[in-house]
């Protein structure tokens, strides 16, 4: 946030955002040295030094801190289809999203920082992990009903939840990569490059699927 645009935000709402992103930061150093499992949200709300409430008037559960992307990540994919340029294929916005992603998520904290975030934590911890598959669902049935409404109708239902649920798979596979590759110490120079290969090569085989929604 720029120094304007802070100045722009009423004080009330600038304390807000600070006190959330003092108990994310908590939860992420907590989550990175102990593991997801082992730390207590009376642990986080220590660290953080605020109550125990003040960390569920945030984070409405444990894994919300940890899956905190999850509103805007399900707008970003319905975003990423529905705001594409006009005359713009669904297949090369998919393509163009997906890449973008994969970018962003190489570029996430590695070693003991990134024992922190998402993408390792959803590869370790069982609870969470489930967590992280409610969220996938939830992404491909809105990406269903965008692809719906782009068809204006004449997709079917089952075929926009299998197209919503193949291009969700693409975005959860880069977080999975990612994951395994801080779990395992990997440098992610080389599976950037193979996972952006696979990515072209996915959105290929789907594209015909895609396109047809947004004709």
Known sequence: ???????????????????????????????????????????IARLADVSEQTVYNFFASK???????????????????????AGARIAEAVRAGA?????????????????????YLVNVSPALRRAWLAAIERYANAIAEVLIEESRGRLPPLSAKALGFSVTAIFAAIIDEIGQATRQNVNTGALVEKLRTQIDDAVDRMAHGLNSAGT
């Open 63 to 85: 894994e919300q801190l940890v899956i905190d992307e999850d509103v805007a990540f399900e707008a970003r994919l319905v975003g990423m289809i529905r705001g594409r340029p």
């Open 1 to 43: 946030m720029t120094k304007k645009l802070a100045n722009e935000v009423p004080l009330r709402v600038r304390k807000k955002m600070h006190t959330r992103q003092q108990i994310a930061d908590a939860a992420r150093i907590l989550f990175a040295a102990r593991g997801y499992d082992a730390v207590t949200v009376a642990d």
């Open 99 to 119: 890449h973008a992603f994969l970018i962003e998520a190489a570029a996430r904290p590695k070693g003991q920082k990134g024992r922190g975030g998402l993408p």
